[in-house]
């Protein structure tokens, strides 16, 4: 039911020591033989280490533990074994059918067994007796394009233990709310089943389920990523399906040298846009009642007023779910003690919400706090700019975003965006100007580019401190390797996600870490 696969150690090590250099941290890098030298005599260097789970025998999963075997490519086994019963104090005997007992004391014994240059260990004697001939094949390849990785193939779980996983859930649930839903959530039945009728079909229909880190020194970058598949023509593939060949009208957001960027784009499935509608009901609901009970809204003109702005928005949020896409992105932009952010998102009913916007700005203006606002301050292609001032009266934020802060709220019939900061305005109409329907871009479901340099050199232009402005000077030399990439996109009857590190990330980690060769660091 379930791999582990290890990459051989001479892979391992190379990717150790590729990490290691990396980071500028050479020294530590001659220390590692020293260290793990002396605990891998006797195993065969070329081949994976891995182990597996199967459930084989098992009558009641409550109870019984499945079986799990372990296994060790090795060209000497009495050396390896002679390791283990020093690294684990304990006895090592021969025992019937070829088998090595393992007693660790008090707890349960595990048993070895030498077979085709390997070195197999389990929990079950049992397990031991039909060995296969070269248990790598089982890893698939993981061991290949994965330093470490596990994979769970639900299927091979029987499906009455699945039905029992699903049983449990349920009563769980059923007796968590025996008593009713909690105060605030009343009515929120459907959403409950809606969620337990998700949870089984992610039990009954999940195929494979991988997770795994590696090195891809080609690429120049350390990943760490997470995948399931569903079974082909499942429910749970269709639902999934929904979000293959997604496109965003937000292209221009992802704006060169960007400190962040991200982009979420997703289609809704009718079964979640249920959920989803459900949901806002509720919160809805939740929220009209909270403002009947607000003392501050005694005049019955201002409250009804404050409602109906309220259900406008909501109202909005509801049409634009109902169009079964949610697109959006956001871009931070650092330079010398400056920042600006923009951000888009595509809207239903837009001219709904502007209106919400005008009668909201009315409402609050003659409000002691409420900061300045010009409504229709601006308009490009069709977009309704209003902005606002804001000032800012702590001394450490002033050198980063002036004495005020400058805010744009931009509306248009099918879009809202938001900026603020130094040229917020500028960039934010630059950036439309480089998206839109007509000139939409392939895009996965969600997509993060974190520039790290670029948010090292804008710490280091606000805070006077010698490691920070050494980190930014070295940020130079990278040549923009310098990124952090989180990408989550759907493959084959399934959807991935994935975090990429890349080198020149390791290398300004290493440079905070006094090298042992080198004598130090700054």
């Keep these: 039911i379930a791999v582990v696969s290890i990459s051989s150690v001479n892979e391992l090590l190379g990717d150790a020591n590729y990490l290691l250099g990396a980071a500028g941290q050479q020294g530590f890098g001659a220390l590692i033989p020293?260290?793990?030298?002396?605990?891998?005599?006797?195993?065969?260097?070329?081949?994976?280490?891995?182990?597996?789970?199967?459930?084989?025998?098992?009558?009641?999963?409550?109870e019984d533990l499945p079986g799990i075997v372990l296994f060790v490519p090795v060209s000497d086994a009495n050396a390896v074994m002679q390791t283990l019963q020093l690294a684990l104090m304990a006895q090592i005997e021969d025992a019937a059918g070829g088998l090595k007992k393992v007693d660790l004391g008090d707890e349960a014994p595990y048993f070895l067994k030498v077979e085709n240059g390997w070195l197999f260990g389990s929990n079950k004697s049992e397990q031991l007796a039909d060995l296969p001939q070269d248990p790598g094949t089982m890893l698939n390849g993981l061991d290949k394009s994965h330093d470490l990785a596990v994979r769970i193939n639900v299927q091979n779980i029987p499906k009455p233990f699945r039905d029992l996983a699903v049983m449990q859930i349920k009563q769980g649930y059923e007796g968590a709310l025996a008593g009713g839903l909690p105060p605030g959530v009343e009515g929120a039945e459907g959403l409950v089943d809606q969620g337990l009728a998700n949870m089984e079909s992610l039990i009954q229909d999940s195929n494979q389920i991988t997770i795994g880190m590696g090195i891809d020194?080609?690429?120049?970058?350390?990943?760490?990523?997470?995948?399931?598949?569903?079974?082909?023509?499942s429910k749970l593939a269709q639902q999934i399906a929904v979000s293959a060949d997604v496109k965003t009208a937000f292209g221009g957001f992802q704006l060169p040298g960007a400190a962040v960027t991200g982009t979420s784009t997703q289609k809704v499935a009718p079964e979640d846009l249920q959920q989803v509608l459900s949901a806002v009901d509720v919160f809805r609901d939740q929220v009209l009642a909270e403002l009947e009970n607000d003392p501050s809204l005694n005049d019955p003109q201002i409250l009804a007023s404050v409602k109906e702005v309220v259900e406008i928005f909501f109202d909005v949020g509801t049409s634009t779910a109902k169009t079964g896409v949610l697109d959006s992105a956001a871009t931070l932009l650092l330079q010398d003690q400056s920042m600006t952010f923009i951000a888009g998102?595509?809207?239903?009913?837009?001219?709904?919400?502007?209106?919400?916007?005008?009668?909201?700005?009315?409402?609050?203006?003659?409000?002691?706090?409420?900061?300045?606002?010009?409504?229709?301050?601006?308009?490009h292609k069709g977009i309704h700019f209003h902005t606002l001032n804001v000032p800012i009266p702590v001394a450490e934020a002033q050198l980063?975003?002036?004495?005020?802060?400058?805010?744009?709220?931009?509306?248009?019939?099918?879009a809202v965006y938001v900026a603020f900061g130094k040229g917020a305005l500028s960039t934010l109409k630059q950036a439309i100007d480089d998206s839109g329907d007509n000139n939409a871009e392939n895009s996965a479901p969600f997509k993060m580019v974190v520039s790290v340099g670029a948010i090292l050199q804008f710490m280091a232009s606000v805070e006077p401190d010698e490691t920070l402005q050494s980190l930014a000077e070295a940020v130079e030399t990278l040549q923009g390797s310098d990124q952090v990439n989180i990408l989550y996109e759907t493959i084959k009857d399934g959807i991935r996600g994935t975090l990429r590190i890349d080198e020149g990330v390791i290398e300004l980690l290493g440079k905070a870490v006094p090298d042992p060769a080198a004598g130090g660091g700054f």
């Design 217 to 233: 020194k080609a690429k120049k970058n350390t990943f760490f990523d997470f995948s399931y598949t569903a079974v082909p023509g």
């Design 34 to 62: 020293l260290i793990v030298d002396p605990q891998l005599n006797g195993i065969d260097r070329t081949k994976p280490i891995g182990a597996y789970v199967t459930m084989e025998g098992i009558q009641n999963p409550l």
């Design 345 to 379: 998102a595509k809207v239903a009913a837009g001219d709904k919400l502007d209106t919400a916007v005008r009668k909201l700005v009315e409402l609050s203006k003659d409000q002691p706090d409420f900061p300045e606002v010009k409504v229709d301050a601006d308009q």
């Design 400 to 414: 980063v975003l002036g004495d005020s802060l400058d805010g744009v709220l931009g509306i248009g019939k099918d």
